[in-house]
DNA sequence: CATCAGGCGAGAC
DNA sequence: GTCTCGCCTGAT
């Protein structure tokens, strides 16, 4: 077991976040699946438990829940003018931007259109059964992996309506397909600067702006995309009618973005 | 019963 | 390029 003190991490606000769907409460301790791998962790406090040797945290998890980044830095950053942004971020100064896998990202932000957090659970789940390896953890947990772009390639239209994903079923069709065939290389992604890496996502079908954004923040860590989504547009309408100052923020606005939807949806 | 949820593609203009 | 419209499904 690894622990980690840090006044900005809360497991609850990046449970609720919306960012990752396979990380779920049981009891007093989270879950989560990502990688191929089942991680437990609980939280006291500023005290994180990790369920994992030294050397995956070093590995896989540190990166994964980027603790190489000082959010607390950023927050010191906001504008103090700003009341809005500076309550956003003190609400949910726990969020964190995670490094998630690319793949996972694209199926799981396509799902997420004009659809709400418990539906998207449900479907990802749904799809993790129906084509995921099932594997079994090192404490004796059950999971799946998330399904291979072969898996989803070899998926019809038909099959995935089966999995309640409605409409968005062409789109992960095609998708997966695409992924499949190498019409679009995902491993050169990492490596493209968020302008280009952005206009090969919209190549892929159901990936639009406000989901290319998602990705690119999610999963690529590209920290200036800003995920423009209904609560978003309502916010910016609401408390900045003459414009966000991105010009401030330029190199973070989406970990900005984060608290903000986070804040909207969360706050009494 | 209508509306909406972390939008997008297709077609019209 | 910009605008409108239809879309699976479940919650409210």
Not at 45 to 60: A, L, P, R, V, W
Not at 71 to 86: F, V
Not at 133 to 156: N, Q, W
Request: hydrophobic content about 35%; charged content about 25%.
């Amino acid at each position: 077991m690894v622990t980690v003190n840090n006044g900005n991490f809360d497991i609850e606000q990046i449970c609720q976040s919306g960012q990752c769907f396979r990380m779920v409460k049981c009891g007093d301790k989270y879950s989560l699946v990502a990688f191929g791998r089942y991680l437990e962790l609980s939280q006291s406090g500023d005290d994180i438990s990790i369920e994992c040797t030294q050397e995956e945290f070093d590995t896989i998890w540190k990166s994964y829940f980027d603790m190489g980044t000082d959010y607390g830095n950023i927050i010191k950053g906001i504008d103090a003018q700003d009341n809005y942004l500076t309550q956003a971020a003190d609400f949910g100064k726990g969020i964190r931007i995670l490094r998630q896998d690319l793949w996972e990202m694209i199926i799981s932000f396509i799902i997420s259109q004009q659809n709400n957090i418990k539906r998207i659970r449900k479907c990802i789940n749904f799809i993790c059964e129906k084509y995921g390896e099932k594997r079994v953890s090192a404490g004796g947990a059950e999971y799946y992996d998330f399904p291979t772009p072969k898996a989803l390639a070899g998926a019809s239209v038909d099959d995935l309506y089966a999995c309640n994903l409605g409409y968005r079923s062409r789109y992960i069709h095609e998708t997966a397909l695409s992924v499949y065939r190498g019409d679009i290389d995902l491993e050169a992604l990492p490596n493209m600067d968020y302008a280009a890496a952005r206009s090969e996502l919209l190549k892929l079908c159901g990936v639009g702006a406000k989901v290319a954004d998602c990705i690119c923040l999610f999963a690529l860590h590209k920290t200036e995309a800003f995920p423009i989504d209904t609560h978003i547009n309502k916010v910016l309408a609401a408390q900045y009618p003459s414009g966000f100052p991105f010009e401030k923020y330029s190199n973070y606005s989406g970990i900005l973005q984060q608290y903000i939807f986070y804040y909207d949806l969360n706050k009494k």
